[in-house]
Nanobody
Framework: QVWLVESGGGLVEAGSSLRLSCKAS????????IGWYRQAPDKQRELVAT???????NYSAPVKDRFTISRDNVRRTVDLQMNSLRPEDTAVYYC?????????WGRGTQVTVSS
């Protein structure tokens, strides 16, 4: 059974930093691309960043140069370091993996950035 568990969200002021972590189980972690997505109220879920098995990264335009995604294949975690947070970063952040042609999501962690 595949499990993705996010942690690290919270309420912070604009300009602050947060570090989210996603722990995965039930997959061959080291060979899978893992992604972070977010969904703000009344908006569609959108890509934030992905990291491939080889460590290649991809970022959406709104977070590029502020967020950094990284992975630890021993600990089976993918972290998202978020710096210079803005009120528009407020959302529920989800971890995602596509494993054997099926999409898996964590339950999400809330990030709220006050102005």
């Amino acid at each position: 059974q595949v499990w993705l568990v996010e942690s690290g969200g919270g309420l912070v002021e604009a300009g602050s930093s947060l570090r989210l972590s996603c722990k995965a189980s039930g997959i061959n972690f080291s060979i899978n691309t893992i992604g972070w997505y977010r969904q703000a109220p009344d908006k569609q879920r959108e890509l934030v960043a992905t990291i491939s098995s080889g460590g290649s990264t991809n970022y959406s335009a709104p977070v590029k140069d502020r967020f950094t995604i990284s992975r630890d294949n021993v600990r089976r975690t993918v972290d998202l370091q978020m710096n210079s947070l803005r009120p528009e970063d407020t959302a529920v952040y989800y971890c995602h993996v596509n494993f054997r042609d099926r999409d898996y999501w964590g339950r999400g962690t809330q990030v709220t950035v006050s102005s």
